[in-house]
């Protein structure tokens, strides 16, 4: 066991903690049971979702890795207990669209369900206190968040990401609705994806039934239905030597 009490907290978000690693150069993130949603208006402890979310990013992190996009993972030491590059995070949230609905519908007239071909992409200000506003490249520049360059290549990274865990997720009968992402740069300013990517930041259609098997069903207030869908991703994405690993 990892003695969390010691450890020195560095940022605490909604659903995970981040905390001092070993050295300057890591830190440990720790998935909380902790769902919210409405800019925080609803908050439930949801059992298993910590343990679920770690080990479903950390075989997703690998993935991504191996088909040759940097990733701020390093090791699930244990489940919830990530240890992972430091990095200085970029407050844009990457939202990369296959298919329109959820924010997108509500604010533009794209019928729900309409599939975004070729994908969209589209960039908020990680910013709680605006509410995560939309960005575009000039508002972003002159914020001082990132440079074109830099907006250029997230997008870039953003796509390739999109096609790895499309066909990732079609192998297991799964459809990548949308997810969002975000990038940190180490010191040299090197681009990492970071943070998490877990059925908390994406939605997930069950190819054949058209179920969700993601945080939506909370948003629409099923919270008996979420950890079993949850589950189903685990079920499905993990080997069962790869399940055995934790248990
Ligand atoms: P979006 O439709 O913009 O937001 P909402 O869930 O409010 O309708 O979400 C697009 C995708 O990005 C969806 O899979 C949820 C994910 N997402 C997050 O994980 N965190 C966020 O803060 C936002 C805005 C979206």
């Known amino acids: 066991m990892i003695k969390m009490v010691n450890e020195k907290l560095l940022y605490e978000g909604k659903a995970k903690s ?17 769902m919210t949603a409405g800019d925080g208006a609803r908050h439930e402890s ?19 890795e191996e088909a040759g996009v940097k990733t701020q993972f390093i090791e699930l030491t244990e489940p919830c207990v990530m240890k992972a590059m430091k990095l200085e995070m970029i407050p844009i949230e990457v ?3 296959n298919i329109a609905t959820g924010s997108i519908v509500r604010k533009f007239p794209f019928e729900d369900k ?3 071909n070729p994908p969209l992409v589209q960039m908020d200000f990680k910013a709680d206190e605006y509410h995560d506003p939309m960005l575009n ?18 997008r870039e990274l953003a ?9 990732m997720f079609k192998d297991i009968g799964i ?3 949308d997810f969002k992402i975000e990038f940190g740069k180490d010191k040299e300013g090197n681009i990492y994806l970071g943070d998490e990517i877990s059925p908390d930041s994406c939605r997930l259609w069950d190819a054949e039934t058209m179920d969700m098997l993601d945080k939506e069903l909370f948003r629409q207030g099923k919270d008996d239905e979420v950890i079993e869908a949850y589950q189903e991703v685990y079920n499905r994405l993990l080997s069962d030597e790869e399940k055995a690993k934790f248990n």
Request: aromatic share 6%.
């Open 18 to 34: 981040v905390y001092q690693g070993e050295n300057d150069e890591e830190v440990i993130i720790k998935f909380r049971d902790d």
């Open 46 to 64: 949801m059992g298993q979702k910590g343990y679920l979310n770690s080990i479903l990013c950390a075989k997703i992190f690998e993935i991504i």
């Open 95 to 97: 939202i990369v669209r």
């Open 114 to 116: 309409t599939p975004l």
């Open 137 to 154: 490249d000039a508002i972003a520049k002159a914020l001082g968040i990132a440079t074109q360059e830099e907006l250029d290549k997230l």
């Open 159 to 167: 796509l390739k990401v999109n096609e790895i865990m499309k066909k």
């Open 175 to 177: 459809i990548l609705v």
